[in-house]
């Protein structure tokens, strides 16, 4: 509650989270939304100015483009929000075990993370669909096996900083249960790091996943992706430039909202920044109120 409460005292987090909730909301429910089937073709409206029955226009097959575009939704940012979530959970276990127990375990681990990080951000997916072949399902395992060392390590150090204060020490001295103890006493604290490295992380993976499927590597034909998009409408980039504003805006606006919320959870989950931001305000509303004689 008091997270929600510190976000809504910032208006640009409740205009990010708003257009979050609203894409996935959207995307789950997209033939509720969705005007016209979204493979549908009709070669008799092959780029079609935008009219009232198809409000963006139609693509070189006729189809609806504003049908693709909210059916887009699901694996451009609905499937990576589920990549996410499994990166995280194997991070966090993982960085749970290696930040609380130490010792050869943590070893380990962090030299499996070393490895894992000594490959730069594509050559990983570039070489899993080399290996398995193109498709959406292969980027996003390709994801999971690359980035969840990241998340692993910046929660170790979370963790390690977290459990040396002293009421984690007493709790230990106390008999209690490893497990109860993370529970209890390290999950809490802790998630407020997990909450902004996940949000700050997930625009990089949608943009990603646009940049794969845009060079023909994601998600394949009748399919439709924010990315694919792009990549079919380049032809006539020219000539029918609308055809590239839908998705490409698209993109920027969720890609924004999530990097804006990421900023306002690290003040919001941050006493020292949220006290400096109101501070700011206050000295803001001070200087601008006019000066009565």
Known sequence: MRLLKNLMRDMVAILSLSVIVITIVVGLFAPVFAPHPPNEVHMELRYASPSWEYLLGNDHLGRCILSRLIYGI?????????????????????????GYFRGKVDAVIMRICDIMLSFPGYVMPLAFIGIFGVGLENILIAFILMKWAWFARAIRTSVMQYSQVDYVKFAKASGIHDLKIIYKHLVPVTFADVAVISSGSISSMILQISGFSFLGLGIQAPHTEWGMMLNEARNVMFSRPELMLAPGLAIIIVVAAFNFLSD????????????????RREREGIHNEPVRS
């Open 74 to 98: 699901r694996p451009s940012v609905l499937s990576v929000l589920v990549a996410l979530f499994l990166t995280v959970l194997i991070g966090l276990v993982l960085g749970f075990i290696a």
């Open 264 to 279: 306002a959870l690290q003040v919001a989950l941050d006493p020292k920044l949220l006290t400096s931001k109101q501070y």
